[in-house]
Structure formats: structure tokens, C-alpha cells
């Protein structure tokens, strides 16, 4: 657990996409696709990626390794006043209209070493996809669920109720739809190596749906048998 520098790790869609089928096997192509556009909006298709962070998550400095980098954010706009007010030498408006301009919304500026500007660092792409998806399983749950079925539309709505971005529903959705409509273009090999639809159930192994057709087989055949005795009486 310790601070790092923000080493810059940019990686291709086809790169994470194959990462995001190894990690999470039978993974439909649809929920690759939403996977893909999630992570190419946070990190500008991989290339403002910093130290293998998938999503851009933030810490606390209080486990794993952190680094801080400059970021914007879009908060409310008593939010930002609130941050400017109290720490003006790492917290400025983005854009000097919305000092002025009356939107509920602002984009703000925040500069290191503001808690805001703190990130989680990772050792390896592998490490930063399976802290990404262990993430959104546990924090994120229903957002995870509308991706696992494919719902865009779903998907953006859950994740603002859950708290995962500070823009408008209209916003996020604008930009993450722009995005999906070209991941197909940035990662032909990831999309053509995902199966169509989910090709098994999330979190079971083909060995354990063996089993379970094995106990149902054992199930039918005793049913049967005590069928035939209670017949011969």
C-alpha cells in the first residue's frame, strides 16, 4: 500500500476486451459492447488510462496503491462552490462562463493532491479489470444486472440512481451511447470472439450445471421406481 507516480498505461479495446471475456467467461457480446463503451468513456479509449485503472476509480489512501492526476468533474452547483470556497488553489470552474452562467450543473477542475484527485493504481491490466469488475458486482449491482441483460437504456439510469456519476441521466446517456455506437470499430477481435448471446449462467461453472442435470435425472428415475412399486400393490 503506497503512493505511486501516475504512469500513464494505455491499452487498446481489443486489449481489455479480450481481458473482459477471460475474466468474466460466457460474457454475450452485447454486455461487451456496454462494457467496452463504459470504459472507453472513462478513459478516452484507453489512452488517458493511468496505472491499468479500468473505471477511474477513485480511493481514500487507506488500501492498495493510489496516485494522484488532475480530473474534472461535473457536480451540482452548490457542490462547487462548496470545493472552490474551501480549497481555491485545487478547485477551479473549468470553464469561466459557469462561474456566471446560472446551470445547475458545473464542470469543475481539480488539481493534485486534493482527495478528489486521488485515484486507485494497479500493477497490471489484469489486476485493474478483475478490482473493475469486483466493483461493479458489489457497489454497483443493479447497473451490473441491466449490463449481464443487455439494456442500455437501464444501464445509464441505474448507475446515476446508484450514485456512480455526478452528470445528468441525458448527458451520461448521450455520451455513452455516442460511444457504443463505434466500439464494433475499435475492437473487431474481442466482439467477433464473444459469443452472441450470454452462453452460460453468471457465476456457475459448466461442472456444476452438470450436476445439476445429474441430480435431476436421479430424481425422475427414483420417482419412477416408487411409481412401479406402488403399481405392483
Given amino acids: 500500500m503506497a503512493r505511486v507516480d501516475a504512469t500513464p498505461t494505455p491499452v487498446t479495446a481489443d486489449e481489455i476486451g479480450l481481458e473482459f471475456l477471460r475474466q468474466v467467461p460466457g460474457l454475450s457480446r452485447t454486455s461487451l459492447r456496454m462494457l467496452l463503451a463504459h470504459w472507453a468513456s472513462e478513459t478516452r479509449w484507453g489512452q488517458s488510462m493511468i496505472r491499468f485503472n479500468v473505471g477511474n476509480k477513485k480511493s481514500a489512501g487507506t488500501s492498495g496503491d493510489w496516485c494522484f492526476f488532475s480530473c474534472t468533474e461535473v457536480v451540482p452547483r452548490a457542490t462547487a462552490e462548496r470545493l472552490i470556497d474551501s480549497d481555491p488553489g485545487h478547485v477551479t470552474f473549468e470553464h469561466a462562463e459557469d462561474a456566471e452562467n446560472g446551470k445547475a450543473n458545473v464542470e469543475i477542475r481539480i488539481e493534485p493532491e486534493h482527495p478528489w484527485s486521488r485515484f486507485a493504481a494497479?500493477?497490471?491490466?489484469?489486476?485493474?479489470?478483475?478490482?473493475?469488475?469486483?466493483?461493479?458486482?458489489?457497489?454497483?449491482?443493479?447497473?451490473?444486472?441491466?449490463?449481464?441483460?443487455?439494456?442500455?437504456?437501464?444501464?445509464?439510469?441505474?448507475?446515476?440512481?446508484?450514485?456512480?456519476?455526478?452528470?445528468?441521466?441525458?448527458?451520461?446517456?448521450?455520451?455513452?451511447?455516442?460511444?457504443?455506437?463505434?466500439?464494433?470499430?475499435?475492437?473487431?477481435?474481442?466482439?467477433?470472439?464473444?459469443?452472441?448471446?450470454?452462453?452460460?449462467?453468471?457465476?456457475?461453472?459448466?461442472?456444476?450445471?452438470?450436476?445439476?442435470?445429474?441430480?435431476?435425472?436421479?430424481?425422475?428415475?427414483?420417482?419412477?421406481?416408487?411409481?412401479?412399486?406402488?403399481?405392483?400393490?
Fill in 122 to 233: 494497479f500493477p497490471s491490466l489484469a489486476a485493474g479489470v478483475a478490482d473493475y469488475l469486483a466493483m461493479m458486482k458489489r457497489t454497483f449491482p443493479s447497473s451490473w444486472d441491466a449490463l449481464l441483460s443487455g439494456d442500455e437504456q437501464s444501464y445509464a439510469e441505474t448507475l446515476k440512481s446508484e450514485h456512480y456519476y455526478t452528470a445528468s441521466v441525458e448527458d451520461y446517456q448521450r455520451l455513452f451511447l455516442g460511444v457504443l455506437a463505434s466500439v464494433d470499430r475499435h475492437a473487431p477481435a474481442a466482439i467477433a470472439a464473444a459469443p452472441e448471446v450470454a452462453s452460460a449462467p453468471f457465476g456457475s461453472s459448466p461442472q456444476s450445471g452438470s450436476l445439476g442435470l445429474a441430480a435431476l435425472f436421479l430424481l425422475l428415475a427414483g420417482g419412477a421406481y416408487l411409481l412401479r412399486r406402488k403399481a405392483r400393490r
